[in-house]
Each structure stands twice: as structure tokens, then as C-alpha cells.
């Protein structure tokens, strides 16, 4: 166990080496000089060149690529040039809002998915597992935005129940703080969870078709005792797998529900911070979402090698 | 003598594909879709581009069937001709990711286990770890805002993922007897895989590119939304519920059309792929 966490801990370094250099290099090569956006284009070139000086830009690449990782790795991810504020600073208040999003909606998921999942395969070919896996695949379909939309639309302007966006900040009470999340945490669940249900319900079809399950049959257990007993536990590792992705995912692919609710994320720090060229933001949260997918998927990987010994020494 | 594909397409296929209800459901709504797509090229009620103020926002008529925007332009026509927007950006997405990604997991599969081949694979998955809309986003820097910024980045998306396919697809047929054949016949390994590899894995890049439309279809619909798919005036999906969220208080029913029409889309592909699914592995319909 221990020799395959080592192995799988050395590729997850070498992945962060090659995605630092793909990050660094790619907003190289963005055109736009991050000195001419913050000054103008009515800026004098004397003052520019100042500017280019003071910001460091005049290095050589290579050098400033391994300032930059030796930054990250103390912790410091540069200065905004826009904000004037730490890096770390505008990712600390942003996470704030991103990660309980993200973990909200995927609470939400799991909670509808498995059950759905789970008694649609239990009543396999029965009118409800028609029925689910029906509604899983309009679920699919539907752009989590324009759910957004209809959500804002039903819950906000109509009923008044929840507010249609902005964030009051988590100063202002747990209460006010989770009502702003919980709109966008449910359109970002559904595509989810229809993924998810229809991963589960596959999944639990597969193990109910294995030998253990024939053998707890055998010993008089009933189909649902074999199946709560014996199959769910097994059935369950895929559905943490998906679960794993659709984690990093959330993390990182909220930028439009961010953008829908005018939440105050890493996702719409990213969007704002491309759009003003505010180069170090966007190489340092990217850097920081790219390795939380990355460390996410090698901690899945790890506790699938932990829960199914015979994974440890394939790869 | 080359292998017989695994899925030709025989006697009993279209036997079997007129008695698939999902297949016949889906395969009727994506060549709907790609029908009005191809009719607003000669016909829509209404010029779509056209702003006409005094006409603004009326309501659902014989004239304007689904009414008006808040410029005056008739919002039936603009799903007419959104859909061509959808079918092309994930079309083409859809040719640059089945054109790299399946020649990289071929190559990945003839090399399989040296280092060529853990390369490929791994650049695959870092590919996929890459969030698919900061590629987009990063790629406007480049190309500006337009319908080929949004064609390669969901392009770039979709490499990984036909690259996992035909390797996945290709690694066992090596091992197959008329592969074996193949060889002792004295061919290559690189004309085995383009002779025999490829054909074989035909159906299994057929329906994964369905799949990949239905979410080609789905990321376009996000990129315009966000502002980096098509530009005005061409009408698009995404961009007609960007423009409707400011009237969600005025006129709701903006927002319902577009949508509407990315569901029905979406979901007829993905009920083409399924159906296409089983009708090539009729084993796997029966068990499921």
C-alpha cells in the first residue's frame, strides 16, 4: 500500500511541475502588458518602463517562473496589481464563498443521487426506475444556468422566498450567508445528481449480478437484505469516484453560477481578473484550482486503492 | 483478408433501430433540430438580425409566434437560427477532438506500455484536469470573442476524452486473433491499427461523438451565456437567455424559449447515443 501511494504521490508532482509550467507559459504568451493595462494607453513610456521595473517584468522568464513556484511554496502568491491586496488575501475571502458552495452542492447531490440511484435499480425495469432514469436524462440536459434562471425566477421574483443573488458575507450571520448559496448550490446539484443517480443505479446493478451477493441469496438473505447488507458498501466505490471529479468540478467550474448570482467566488475572481489583465491573480488561481482537481483526483485514487486492495498493484 | 468490424451495420440494424424507442425518439428530434437549422438558411418568419424598437417586446401572436425581445426581434426565428450556431461550434468541436484525440489513443494503444504511450495518456488527463472554460476564457485573449474561440476550447475539452476512448477501444483488440493474424501476415504495427484497429473502434467514437455533441451543444449554450460564443448579430441559444435575465422580471417567457431548445437538443442526442449504443452492442441491451 504504502509503495503505491509513493508511486502515485510521485506522479502527482511531476502532473504539478508540467501544469505550473503550462500555467506560467500560457500567460506568457496572453498578449497584453500587465504595466500598459494598469496605466493606460495615455501612459508616458519612461513611466512604463518604471512601472515594467518595479513589477519585475523585465526578468527573464525562466527566472520569474521559479520566483513565482518558490512564492507559491511559502505560501506567497504575489500581489494583485488591480486590488493592491496579497494574492493569498483575495483567495482566502474568495474560498469562503466557493468552497461551501461547492461542498453544499455536494451534499445536495449525493443526497438525491443514491437514494434515487439506489431504488431505481432496486426496481429495475419497474414504471419507477423508468421514470427516474427519465428524469435523470432531462436532468442532464438542462443548462445548469437557465435552471439558475428558473430557480431565481420561481424562488426570487415570484414566491420571494430566497434572495436572487449577491453575497451579505458570512459577518452577517451564518443564516443570511447560507441563504445566498442555496439557489446556486441546487441548479449546480441537478446536472449532478443526474449524472451521479445514474451512476449508482448502474453500479449497484453491476454488484447485484456478483457472486457474494448470489451466496447471501443462497443463505437465505432477501434481495433487499443482500442488497443493503452486501451490495450498496460495493456499489458505492464508483459513486465516490464520480463523486471525487464532480468535487473538483464544482470547485472550479462555477464561474458561470458565480456569474448568474453575483457571488463574490474564486470563479468570478478569475473571470474579473482575466478581463483587467490582472495577470498574477490569474496565474495563481489557476495554479490553485488545476492543483486542488489534481490533489483531489490522487486522494480518490488513494482511497479506492484503500477500499479495493487488488487496485494497489495494477498501474 | 481484414477483420469484419465488430458493428458493421447489417440486415438486421435497421430492423433493429426501427424497434429502439430511444434511438427513434432521439434520432427524430436531433434530425428535427438539424432540419430548422438547415431551413433558416432560406426561411424564417422574421429577419432575425433585424432590430426594430417599435416592435418590442409583444407578446405571442400569428405574427411573431413567439413574440418579441427588447429590441424587436422575433424570437422564433432567433431559435431558428441559434441552432445553427450550436450545431456548428459543437460540430467542429467535436472534428478537433475526435481528430486529435483518436490518433493520440491509437498511438498510445500501438505503443502500449512504453513511454510514448504513458506520455500520451498522461498529458491526457492533464488536459482533462484543466477547468475547459478557463481555456476558453484564456483562448478570447487570442482570438477575441467568437464562434472559433469557442470551437477550440471545447475542441481542446473534448481531446482527452476520444483519446481515452480509443484507447481504451484499441488496447484489447491487440490482443485478438486476427491481430495476431495481421502480423504474422508480416504488417506493421501502424497499418494494423489504421487496417483493423480503427474500423473496429468505429462504433464506440460514433457514439462517444454523440455524447460529446450533447455536451458541445451544452458548453456552447455556456460560453455565449458568459459572452465568449458567437457575437451579435448572429443569434445564439446562450446569448438569448444572457439578454433574457435582465427581463426575468418584464417577460419570463424570454427565458423559456431558448432553453427549451437546448434541452430538447441535448436530450435527443443523448438519446441517439444511447440508442446508437445499444443497436452496436446488442449483448449489452439485453443485459441491461
Do not use: C
Not at chain 1, 527573464?60 to 494583485?80: M, N, Q
Not at chain 2, 430548422?36 to 411573431?64: G, Q, Y
Amino acid at each position: 500500500m504504502l509503495a503505491f501511494a509513493l508511486r502515485r504521490f510521485a506522479a502527482l508532482l511531476a502532473t504539478l511541475m508540467v501544469a505550473s509550467a503550462v500555467v506560467f507559459t500560457a500567460m506568457e504568451v496572453l498578449p497584453g502588458d500587465p504595466a500598459q493595462v494598469m496605466l493606460g494607453t495615455q501612459a508616458r513610456p519612461d513611466t512604463l518602463a518604471a512601472l515594467r521595473l518595479q513589477l519585475g517584468l523585465d526578468r527573464p522568464a525562466p527566472e520569474r517562473y521559479l520566483e513565482w513556484v518558490a512564492g507559491i511554496l511559502r505560501g506567497d502568491l504575489g500581489k494583485s496589481y488591480t486590488y493592491s491586496t496579497p494574492v493569498a488575501e483575495l483567495v482566502r475571502e474568495r474560498v469562503q464563498v466557493s468552497l461551501p458552495l461547492a461542498l453544499l452542492a455536494l451534499g445536495l447531490t449525493a443526497i438525491i443521487a443514491i437514494p434515487l440511484g439506489a431504488v431505481a435499480a432496486a426496481r429495475r425495469n419497474t414504471a419507477t426506475d423508468v421514470s427516474i432514469m427519465g428524469a435523470t436524462q432531462i436532468g442532464i440536459a438542462v443548462p445548469n444556468f437557465w435552471f439558475a434562471m428558473l430557480l431565481v425566477l420561481l424562488f426570487a421574483i415570484t414566491l420571494r422566498w430566497l434572495p436572487a443573488g449577491g453575497f451579505p458575507g458570512w459577518n452577517a450571520g451564518a443564516w443570511p450567508g447560507l441563504r445566498a448559496l442555496i439557489l446556486p448550490a441546487v441548479a449546480l446539484a441537478l446536472p449532478q445528481a443526474s449524472i451521479l443517480a445514474r451512476v449508482m443505479r448502474s453500479s449497484l446493478l453491476e454488484t447485484l449480478s456478483d457472486d457474494y451477493v448470489r451466496t447471501a441469496r443462497a443463505k437465505g438473505l432477501s434481495q433487499g437484505q443482500a442488497l443493503r447488507r452486501h451490495a450498496l458498501r460495493n456499489a458505492l466505490i464508483p459513486v465516490l469516484t464520480i463523486m471525487g471529479l464532480q468535487f473538483s468540478f464544482l470547485l472550479a467550474g462555477t464561474i458561470i453560477i458565480e456569474n448568474v448570482f453575483y457571488l463574490p467566488g474564486l470563479g468570478r475572481l478569475v473571470f474579473q481578473a482575466i478581463n483587467q489583465r490582472d495577470l498574477v491573480v490569474v496565474k495563481s488561481v489557476v495554479m490553485l484550482l488545476v492543483t486542488s482537481v489534481i490533489i483531489v483526483n490522487f486522494l480518490v485514487d488513494i482511497a479506492y486503492a484503500i477500499v479495493d486492495p487488488r487496485l494497489r498493484r495494477g498501474r | 483478408m481484414s477483420a469484419a468490424p465488430l458493428a458493421a451495420p447489417d440486415a438486421g440494424f435497421l430492423a433493429r433501430a426501427l424497434r429502439h424507442r430511444s434511438f427513434l425518439l432521439g434520432a427524430t428530434i436531433t434530425l428535427g433540430v438539424v432540419l430548422m437549422a438547415a431551413l433558416s438558411f432560406v426561411w424564417t418568419p422574421h429577419d432575425p438580425t433585424v432590430i426594430e424598437i417599435a416592435r418590442r417586446l409583444r407578446p405571442p401572436s400569428a405574427e411573431h409566434w413567439l413574440g418579441t425581445d427588447p429590441f424587436g426581434r422575433d424570437t422564433f426565428s432567433m431559435i431558428m437560427r441559434g441552432a445553427v450556431t450550436s450545431i456548428a461550434v459543437s460540430f467542429v468541436a467535436v472534428g478537433i477532438g475526435a481528430g486529435i484525440g483518436v490518433p493520440l489513443g491509437l498511438l498510445a494503444a500501438q505503443t502500449r506500455g512504453g513511454l510514448l504511450d504513458q506520455g500520451i495518456m498522461r498529458f491526457a488527463d492533464f488536459v482533462f484536469a484543466f477547468p475547459a472554460l478557463l481555456i476558453a476564457i484564456m483562448l478570447r485573449e487570442v482570438f477575441g470573442p467568437g464562434a472559433i474561440n469557442a470551437m477550440i476550447a471545447i475542441g481542446i475539452f473534448n481531446i482527452p476524452v476520444f483519446a481515452r476512448v480509443a484507447y481504451g477501444g484499441a488496447l484489447p483488440l491487440w490482443q485478438r486473433d486476427f491481430v495476431m493474424a495481421a502480423r504474422v501476415a508480416g504488417k506493421g504495427p501502424a497499418r494494423i491499427t489504421v487496417e483493423h484497429i480503427l474500423p473496429n473502434i468505429g462504433s464506440l467514437i460514433i457514439v462517444q461523438g454523440t455524447i460529446q455533441l450533447s455536451l458541445g451543444i451544452l458548453a456552447e449554450a455556456a460560453l455565449s451565456y458568459i459572452g465568449l460564443g458567437v457575437q451579435p448579430p448572429l443569434p445564439s441559444w446562450g446569448r438569448m437567455l444572457f439578454e433574457a435575465q435582465t427581463m426575468m422580471g418584464l417577460a419570463p417567457r424570454l427565458a423559456i424559449a431558448p432553453g427549451l431548445a437546448i434541452v430538447v437538443t441535448v436530450l435527443g442526442l443523448n438519446l441517439l447515443g444511447d440508442g446508437l449504443r445499444d443497436l452496436f452492442d446488442p449483448r449489452l441491451s439485453r443485459e441491461r
